[in-house]
């Protein structure tokens, strides 16, 4: 049985049951949202490729849902700077956030338990439920494979370092 779970459209308020729906499963990311800032001090939110940060499935990095955020473009604007006045020190207004557009909303996907998650758009996601659609991530740890030539220079090296008379490694 495998149905795909659909996306709601942009701009819209999230439905609950698909946040619920969601959480926890294991999903392909297709692209990241990345925070950008533009040269008028506005930040944007950028669609770009997935960097691969854990296994890749013909171009796909599997990952579990962790949660959901909307996210905000505009700019950061200033207060006034502190200044003595007539009471004394007068430490000014804060800074304010100015919308410049719509929010985005997506979804926070991590890779591995102990790695931060990104922001994934919704439509940047294939999620089928299904034996053997979805892969369950691997550790990063256990992605790295060792070639030979790697193994023969720790080989080298440890070879060379001085060792007591029990055959112990010294310290330098």
Known sequence: MSDAITSPKPHSRLPEDFMLDLMGKVVLVLAELRRTREDDGTYAWCREQPKHRGPVITGKTAGWVVGFRWLQQGKIEPGCESHYGIDGWDPGDSATFKETGPR??????????????????LDGFEHTMGAGVCPVPVS???AFVWTDRWREMQRDDMAQHPRDAKGRWTKL
């Open 104 to 121: 985005v909303p997506c979804l926070l996907v991590a890779y591995w338990p102990t790695m931060k998650p990104v922001r994934v758009p």
């Open 140 to 142: 990063p740890a256990r």
